[in-house]
């Protein structure tokens, strides 16, 4: 896999250049955005997601966790969370829990570690002594979906 260095190699640049033509191009002339551009093209380089997050402090996703991916409610909130999400440049992590409270607790942990920048829950209706405490180590924002017969759960 190409690295950014292998880019700035190939295009005759630093690998500050190479940055600013992925992060900042107006700072970068039109002869170096088409030079690093061929590179980039040619290695196909993609930017590493993880180290871009920890210098950016987002990873640029979204955590969806419901109940039942079955359920055509959850399908359509998806579906609308998903094009919402795609126009401000988010992606979105979908995981279903099955109704289960130990599954909906094991995807907040693992979406706590992908350092989602937002969280939209539809809690399962099992109480959940755990999921006060996940949540709040999140320290994101997060969205509550309240299921339709008002019982949260929570």
Not at 73 to 86: P, S, V
Request: charged share 20%; proline share 5%; aromatic share 4%.
């Amino acid at each position: 896999m190409a690295t950014i260095r292998d880019v700035a190699r190939l295009a005759n640049v630093s690998v500050t250049t190479v940055s600013n033509v992925l992060n900042s191009p107006d700072k970068v002339s039109p002869e170096l955005l088409a030079r690093v551009h061929l590179a980039v093209e040619q290695l196909g380089y993609a930017p590493h997601a993880a180290a871009r997050s920890l210098r950016k402090r987002s990873s640029g996703l979204l955590g969806l966790v419901v109940g039942d991916i079955t359920n055509p409610f959850f399908t359509e909130l998806f579906e609308a969370i998903e094009l919402a999400a795609a126009e401000r440049g988010f992606s979105v992590v979908l995981c279903n829990s099955n109704e289960r409270a130990e599954r909906e607790e094991v995807h907040l942990k693992m979406l706590r570690s992908q350092r989602i920048d937002g969280l939209i829950l539809a809690p399962t209706g099992a109480v959940s002594m755990n999921r006060a405490a996940l949540l709040a180590a999140l320290e994101i924002p997060i969205v509550l979906v309240e299921p339709r017969d008002g019982g949260a759960g929570l």
